[in-house]
Antibody, heavy 121, light 107 residues
């Protein structure tokens, strides 16, 4: 079955970086974009950007430009999201999701289970 | 950036009742680019509706979406116990893609 499996929880200090992985299985990895969305505790969903696993191109939300890098390894069908210069406000659950084309528009139809990133001194 | 405003913030209903959730956009959105997600505590969001009115695979027909322009609605007919959750609208047209603040449907 189609699945996205994310890496485990991370605890980081302010100023550090974190790299979250998202392992895809059950479908052709290079055909579907990968999105990253985060959610602070008790808060709503915040879209961070998406990556084309075929080309490696990415579109990052303005808020995160300069701090977020999205990459992938096609050989192991895994996408990565690295967030640098961490601050306490980055404490959140980070989700990867697959963008499936419906009527030419990519809705997020399959989600990973989420990775908790905690930033604390 | 397109701001999505959901109302009400909380909807208190009983099983068997109908729930009507609203999502208003700060500017016109193509109906192709509006989705609804359900999220339960400790779980990832689940796609319910895409393209304003199309149910995702496996979604029961008691969930329906409608709307156009700046006003969109998710309707849940005959609420089941498992439907009590938080619902988010989402526009995936112009970047940045944005989510509404959510509507909590509670018993």
């Amino acid at each position: 079955q189609v699945q996205l499996v994310q890496s485990g929880a991370e605890v980081k200090k302010p100023g550090a970086s974190v790299k979250v992985s998202c392992k895809a299985s059950g479908y052709t990895f290079t055909v579907y974009n990968i999105n990253w969305v985060r959610q602070a505790t008790g808060q709503g969903l915040e879209w961070m950007g998406w990556m084309n696993p075929n080309s490696g191109d990415s579109v990052i939300a303005q808020k995160f430009r300069g701090r977020v890098t999205m990459t992938r390894s096609t050989s192991i069908t895994t996408a990565y999201m690295e967030l640098s210069s961490l601050r306490s406000e980055d404490t959140a659950v980070y989700y990867c999701s697959r963008g499936a084309m419906f009527f030419g528009a990519p809705a997020m139809d399959v989600w990973g289970e989420g990775t908790t990133v905690s930033v604390s001194s | 950036e397109i701001v999505l405003t959901q109302s009400p913030g909380t909807l208190s209903l009983s099983p068997g009742e109908r729930g009507t959730l609203s999502c208003r956009a700060s500017q016109t959105i193509s109906s192709t680019y509006l989705a609804w997600y359900q999220q339960k505590p400790g779980q990832a969001p689940r796609l319910l509706i895409y393209g304003t009115s199309n149910r995702a695979t496996g979604i029961p027909d008691r969930f329906s979406g409608s709307g156009s322009g700046t006003d969109f609605t998710l309707t849940i007919n005959r609420l089941e116990p498992e439907d009590f959750a938080v619902y988010y609208c989402h526009q995936y047209g112009p970047s940045p893609r944005t989510f509404g603040g959510g509507t909590k449907v509670e018993i």
